[in-house]
């Protein structure tokens, strides 16, 4: 079992460049998740699918988008990159109907916007 | 919007040493987890408690639930270098899984 597995792992874009992270789980968890970590701002949710066909906007969703593709996959989309958009980015998963909440993470985009 | 405030938000200490993290909400929340994120990879969960007053023990670390479920605490005892990284705590209870994190403690532990 790979877990939650990210790509890429790190990416350098200019202002206006777009991009895709890709997120996958083999976990078969029904909800998946998508936060941005900045310093001293713990983890923020961008965006999230409670299940597969479902998207919800979190609490710093501008500027971005986000599609559930599969159970499986989960990915979110930078239309138009800009430099407050550097941060490190992480998927994460759960099944949170049989769990208390607790999340799955992926090892993380460290995303520089230039 | 629910919020975590945890504190410290920086921990330098020498190794031995024992050491509490905490993590304080007006809000109460279903669960309250608590992860580590050693540098360059995501956050592992450590541990999840559920009921007021709870208590678990991992081996040298403690954590405790308060009462009114709004808080929580993590303790180290004798803490080692191995133990150095960010402490994240993480309060469950909205709406579909989502958690609420606490800005989250940087630990150094100096041999």
């Known amino acids: 079992n790979a877990g939650v597995t990210q790509t890429p792992k790190f990416q350098v874009l200019k202002t206006g460049q777009s991009m895709t992270l890709q997120c996958a789980q083999d976990?078969?968890?029904?909800?998946m998740y998508w936060y941005r970590q900045d310093p001293g701002m713990g983890l923020r949710l961008i965006y999230y699918?409670?299940?597969?066909?479902?998207?919800d906007k979190g609490e710093v969703p501008n500027g971005y988008n986000v599609s559930r593709l599969n159970k499986r996959e989960f990915s979110l989309r930078l239309e138009s990159a800009a430099p407050s958009q550097t941060s490190v980015y992480f998927c994460a998963s759960n099944d949170f109907m049989y769990s208390y909440n607790e999340q799955f993470f992926g090892p993380g985009t460290r995303l520089t916007v230039l | 919007t629910q919020l975590l405030e945890q504190s410290p938000q920086f921990l330098s200490i020498q190794e031995g040493e024992n050491l509490t993290v905490y993590c304080n909400s007006s809000s109460v929340f279903s669960s309250l987890q608590w992860y580590r994120q050693e540098p360059g990879e995501g956050p592992v969960l450590l541990v999840t408690?559920?009921?007021?007053?709870e208590v678990k023990k991992l081996k040298r670390l403690t954590f405790q639930f308060g009462d009114a479920r709004k808080d929580s605490s993590l303790h180290i005892t004798a803490a080692q270098p191995g133990d150095t990284g960010l402490y994240l705590c993480?309060?469950?209870?909205?709406?579909?899984?989502?958690?609420?994190f606490g800005q989250g403690t940087i630990l150094t532990v100096h041999p």
């Open positions: 408690v559920v009921t007021g007053g």
């Open positions: 993480a309060g469950g209870g909205t709406s579909y899984g989502k958690l609420t």
């Open positions: 699918s409670a299940s597969e066909g479902t998207t």
């Open positions: 976990m078969n968890h029904n909800s």
